[in-house]
C-alpha cells in the first residue's frame, strides 16, 4: 500500500492544502488546524451550521494566515497582530487561544452573515489529548485522519452520485488493500512514522455538502447511506508513535491488528 494524498487543513471547516511531504508531530500536521472561526463567546463556528465555509481558501505559514473567500476577496493576519487571549470551546474543551481586534473578524462577520471571531492555536497548544496526553490543535478530536481508496470506491458503487475523497478531509490517503480493512489497522508505518488506531471516524453532515456550490445533499447522500451500511464511519483517527517525515507515495505497512 502506498500513501497517495497528503493534505492540512489550517483553519477548521475551510479548505485545505495539498502536500507532497510533511514532518508529522504528536499534536498533528504542523499548521493543520491551527486556526479557527468562533461566535464571540469563542464557541466555535464550523461548516456544520455554516456549510459555505467548505468553499473557502486558505494559506498559512508560521508567519500568518490568508483566507479567500468564496467572492473572491481576501484578508491576511499575522500571528504577531494575534496578541490578545480567549477562551474558546471545541466540543467539550474549554481553553486559551489567540485572538485580535484585527479588521478580519468584520470581515469574517460579513462574508459569513453572523459575528465572528478568528482564533490562532499560539505557539503552543494548551488543549491536551488525554488519551497521549500531547497537545492537539483544534481538531474535532484526534492529530491525524486516515482513508482509504478502496473504501471510498465501495461507497461509490451504493450511490447514485458518487463522491470524491475530498469530501472526508482526511490528512492521509492511502491507496491499495480492501475496502474497510482500515478499521481493524491497530498500528501503522507510514514511511519510517508509525501511528496508532485512536478511533474510527463517525461522520456529519458536512460530508453532504457539495464543494462546487456549498449546497447540501437533498437526500443527505453520502452521509444517509453510510449510516446504514457503516455506522456513519468512514476513515480512522490516528496517534503518531514518533516522529519523523512522509511523503507522498511512501510505503504504508500493517504492523498489528485490531
Request: charged letters at 20%.
Amino acid at each position: 500500500m502506498r500513501l497517495i494524498d497528503l493534505h492540512r487543513y489550517p483553519v477548521k471547516s475551510m479548505g485545505g492544502n495539498a502536500l507532497t511531504e510533511s514532518d508529522i508531530t504528536p499534536q498533528g500536521l504542523p499548521l493543520d488546524r491551527e486556526w479557527l472561526v468562533t461566535a464571540p463567546d469563542g464557541n466555535m463556528l464550523t461548516a456544520r451550521k455554516h456549510p459555505a465555509m467548505l468553499l473557502w481558501q486558505t494559506s498559512a505559514d508560521s508567519d500568518g494566515l490568508t483566507l479567500t473567500a468564496p467572492d473572491g476577496s481576501h484578508q491576511t493576519v499575522s500571528v504577531q497582530e494575534m496578541n490578545q487571549e480567549s477562551e474558546v470551546t471545541v466540543w467539550k474543551d474549554r481553553f486559551a487561544a489567540c485572538t485580535t481586534d484585527h479588521a478580519i473578524n468584520a470581515w469574517l462577520g460579513e462574508q459569513l452573515g453572523t459575528e465572528a471571531r478568528l482564533h490562532w492555536l499560539g505557539k503552543h497548544s494548551r488543549r491536551i489529548l488525554a488519551h497521549s496526553q500531547t497537545p492537539l490543535s483544534f481538531a474535532d478530536g484526534a492529530p491525524y485522519l486516515l482513508t482509504h481508496t478502496a473504501s471510498l470506491a465501495e461507497l461509490n458503487t451504493y450511490l447514485d452520485e458518487p463522491v470524491e475523497m475530498v469530501r472526508f478531509r482526511p490528512n492521509f490517503t492511502v491507496d491499495g488493500g480492501k475496502a474497510f480493512e482500515e478499521e481493524q489497522w491497530q498500528r501503522i508505518r507510514i514511511g519510517k512514522v508509525e501511528f496508532e488506531h485512536f478511533k474510527p471516524c463517525v461522520r456529519c453532515v458536512m460530508t453532504t455538502v457539495d464543494l462546487v456550490s456549498g449546497c447540501r445533499h437533498p437526500q443527505q447522500e453520502p452521509l444517509s447511506t453510510l449510516a446504514v451500511a457503516r455506522k456513519a464511519i468512514f476513515g480512522i483517527n490516528l496517534v503518531a508513535l514518533n516522529q519523523g517525515r512522509v511523503h507522498m507515495d511512501d510505503e504504508v505497512e500493517v504492523l498489528s491488528w485490531l
